[in-house]
């Protein structure tokens, strides 16, 4: 079942890489963050992490693989950040979500979304927190240089 997953996440990466437009030479790497987001989010699952914190990790996992990419491959970061994060966005339960709307089951069409809106927040707040540590060890670094060249 896992091997499935993860052959199921890379396409689905690499081929949101290819709907997005991303150079052909990114695609592999494209599918391989997403593939590698997904594993940490399923291995966080089954040991028993909430969805949200698994979220989280994956998105940083996602956004720190993405900043390695971009740097060894020179591509913008943006190219492996969205389709690596694509495996992890809650459609399913937005969708879930609606379907219970619409067929009146309205406690659980509240918590489908709740949990939807959480994990879509957790994709943010991944992204966002490895930038800020990245953006930390870049200007760690500058001031280093700076230092050193007084």
Sequence with gaps: MMIEQLITSFIAAAGFAVIFNAPKNALIQCGLVGMLGWLVYTISTING?????ATVAASILIA??????AKIFKTPIIIFTVSGIIPLVPGGLAYDAMRNFVENDYNMAIQLAAKAFLISGAIALGLVFSEIINQVIRKSRWKKSQVRSN
Aim: net charge negative.
């Design 49 to 53: 992490v909430d969805a949200v914190v």
């Design 64 to 69: 720190v693989l993405s900043q390695l990419c």
